[in-house]
């Protein structure tokens, strides 16, 4: 039983070194996992004027995680 367990932390800390060397911060959120987005809002009916609105979203680099895979 006690090999068993060994394993699984051997297994969790090869794991953990793995994501430490093949993840590192999006570029696009700086590891937020969000992002500012620009839409635009055309003018209409009730508004004379047009503007740009922004919009905070999951970022879609990194599916909002805030971490990309540097390996390929």
């Not at 070194?17 to 009730?46: K, R, T, W």
């Amino acid at each position: 039983m006690v090999k068993g367990r060994e394993m699984i932390k051997t297994f969790e800390g090869l794991k953990d070194l793995i994501v430490e060397n093949y993840s590192e911060e999006c570029p696009q959120c700086n590891g937020a996992g969000e992002c500012e987005v620009d839409y635009d809002m055309p003018h209409g009916f009730g508004r004379d004027v047009g503007f740009i609105d922004t919009r905070i979203e999951e970022c879609d680099m990194c599916n909002g995680s805030g971490e990309v895979s540097n390996h390929e």
